[in-house]
C-alpha cells in the first residue's frame, strides 16, 4: 500500500539544558511526556501517516516502558539517533516507506496543532516543499569582527518544524555529507538548488531548550 | 546637583495586541501594574538614578490612582508619549537633567534584572554605550521577493533594552527626523558613526506584547 505521508519526529537531544537526568524529550508537560503530543498532533491530522521517531538507542526501553504506562496506543516505528541532528534524520529516513511527502519535526516542539500541520502538508503540496516561519518582533543586529550594525527586520523570519519536502528531494539531499551550516532540513535541501517555500507558522509552537520552556508551554497549552 | 545617571523609561503602547481595554502596561503581572517593575529594577539598581517615565497623556491620571492606590514611593518624573516610540522618547529627554549616561528601556519588559542594569551601566562607562544582546537558537532565513536563504544565525542576535548612552551622544541623534528603520535607540544613535557595544542581555528579559506573554512573565518571574 502507498503511503502518501510520513513524518520523522527526530528527539536526540539530552537533558543537559533543562537541568534534568532524564532526557527533555521524556520530561512531562501538563502529566504527559513532552514526545507524545507531536505524535498524537500528526495521528489527529491525518491517522494513515507514517510515524517514524527517532530516539538515541539508549532511550528505547525508556520510551516502550512509557507508553506501556500511558497506553500510549499510537503506531509508530523507532530508528536509532545519531551523533547530530543530520545523522538522525538520515537514520529516520530508513524507516520511511514509497511515500509522497515527508515532514520532519522536533520532538522538542510538542506545542504543533493539528491546523498548522494541515496549512503546512498543502503548502508543500501545492510547492514542492515548505517551511514554517514567523516574523522577527524585537530589532536585531548582525555583527562581523568588531563591527555590528542594525539588520532590517522585516526580511528575515525564524524558522520553526515541521518542514515537510518531496521524498526523493530529501532522500537525495540527505546523501550529502554532514556541514556544519545544516541547522535544519531546508539548509540541506537548498543546496540541491530547490527553492524553499515559507509557510505560516505558530509563535506558540516554542522549541523546549532551557529549563523555564516546559513552564512556558503549560501556560500556551492552557492559553486560546 | 550633578545627576550621573538617568532612565527613560517608554510606555506609550497601547492593549491592542493584548486583547485587553486597559494598555499593556498597567497590566497586573503577580498582582502589581507592569510598569512598577522597570521603576523599582532601576531603584534598586541605584536609589539616585533620576527616571522619566514616558506614558501617553490620557493616562497621566489612571498611572497617578494607581501609584496612589499601590502607595508606589519610587520619585519619577512623567513626561507626556509622542505618537511614535522616536517622539516619545525625544520627549523623554526634555525631562533629563543635566547628566553623563542615559538608558532608555521598555516599559513592557518587566523582567529586567539590577544585575542585568548593572553589567549595561559599567559596559557603557567602559565602551561610551551598551546594548543587551542574546543570541538566537533557532534557524533563520533571509528573503527578498521570492528568494530565500538560510542566514548564518551565529552573526546575528536579537537586541532588548535597557540601551544605553553618553546624554550628549543620544540628545544629538535624537536632532534628526524620524526614520522607519530607526527600531530601537541604538538604531537612531549609529546614525552619528557611533560604535555601539554588544553586552551581554538576558533571556529573561521578554517584551510583554501577545497575550500569552503576561503568564509567560509570570513562571519566569517566579523561576531561577
Known amino acids: ?56 538507542e539508549s532511550n528505547f526501553d525508556l520510551w516502550k516502558s512509557l507508553c506501556k504506562e500511558y497506553n500510549f496506543p499510537i503506531k509508530h516505528v523507532l530508528a536509532k539517533g545519531g551523533k547530530t541532528r543530520f545523522n538522525s534524520v538520515k537514520s529516520g529516513l530508513k524507516q520511511i516507506p514509497h511515500t509522497e511527502l515527508i515532514a520532519i519535526h522536533d520532538g522538542a516542539r510538542p506545542l504543533i496543532s493539528k491546523e498548522n500541520i494541515s496549512v503546512l502538508f498543502e503548502d508543500a503540496e501545492k510547492y514542492g516543499n515548505s517551511v514554517p516561519s514567523i516574523p522577527i518582533n524585537e530589532s536585531v543586529r548582525i555583527f562581523q569582527e568588531d563591527e555590528n550594525e542594525i539588520m532590517d527586520r522585516s526580511i528575515i523570519c525564524i524558522i520553526q518544524t515541521p518542514q515537510i519536502f518531496k521524498s526523493e528531494d530529501l532522500k537525495k539531499a540527505y546523501q550529502q555529507s554532514y556541514e556544519v551550516r545544516f541547522t535544519d532540513d531546508a539548509s540541506v535541501v537548498e543546496t540541491l538548488g530547490l527553492k524553499i517555500h515559507l509557510s505560516k507558522g505558530d509563535p506558540k509552537n516554542i522549541k523546549i531548550t532551557r529549563s523555564p520552556d516546559l513552564k512556558i508551554a503549560e501556560v500556551l497549552l492552557n492559553s486560546h
Open 1 to 56: 500500500m502507498k503511503t502518501s505521508r510520513s513524518v520523522i519526529i527526530v528527539a536526540g537531544g539530552s537533558g543537559k539544558r533543562m537541568n534534568s537526568d532524564v532526557p527533555k524529550q521524556f520530561l512531562l508537560l501538563n502529566g504527559k511526556p513532552i514526545l507524545f503530543y507531536s505524535l498524537e498532533a500528526f495521528h489527529h491530522f491525518n491517522p494513515n501517516i507514517h510515524i517514524v521517531l527517532v530516539l538515541p
